[in-house]
């Protein structure tokens, strides 16, 4: 077998190595969009939070499925139970379970989950706003 014909079995096989590994990884991506953990969301989270400080009302669109309940309390700093309470969650693994995996567990509609979740993070933020915006007032008076 000659030199030449070596390297270009060589050269062939490595093309054939090359293209599987493209597709497995176009595979992957594809994947990973689909199940919403790669995005362009969640770079410009990521630049938001690097910006400014907590989150606000125009946020919670920046909730995904793939975050845990655990994530979605710390990061709007909700109260341990409230999206327990207010869903109501029965699974023993609440905090750390996904939002898109307990959807898949209750047979339940992923937006859908996502959206209430949303509206009670809303709710929550609109509450908290109202409660500390008077007792702004009433101590900035008391300074004076």
Request: charged residues 20%.
């Amino acid at each position: 077998m000659s030199v030449t014909r070596v390297i270009m079995i060589c050269i062939v096989t490595l093309t054939v190595i090359l293209a599987v590994l493209f597709f497995f990884l176009a595979r992957e991506y594809v994947e990973l969009r689909h199940d919403q953990l790669v995005s362009m969301r969640e770079l410009r989270l990521s630049a938001l939070f690097e910006k400014h400080g907590p989150p606000t009302i125009q946020d919670i669109v920046f909730i995904r499925p793939w975050m845990t309940f655990t994530y979605v309390d710390s990061l709007f700093r909700l109260p341990e139970d409230y999206l327990r309470t207010n869903l109501p969650v029965a699974d023993p693994r609440y905090p750390q379970i996904t939002i898109s995996r307990y959807a898949a567990e209750t047979a339940s509609d992923p937006n859908e989950l996502l959206v209430a979740v949303q509206h009670l993070v809303r709710q929550y933020l609109m509450q908290a706003a109202t409660s500390t915006a008077p007792r702004a007032a009433s101590t900035t008076s008391k300074a004076l």
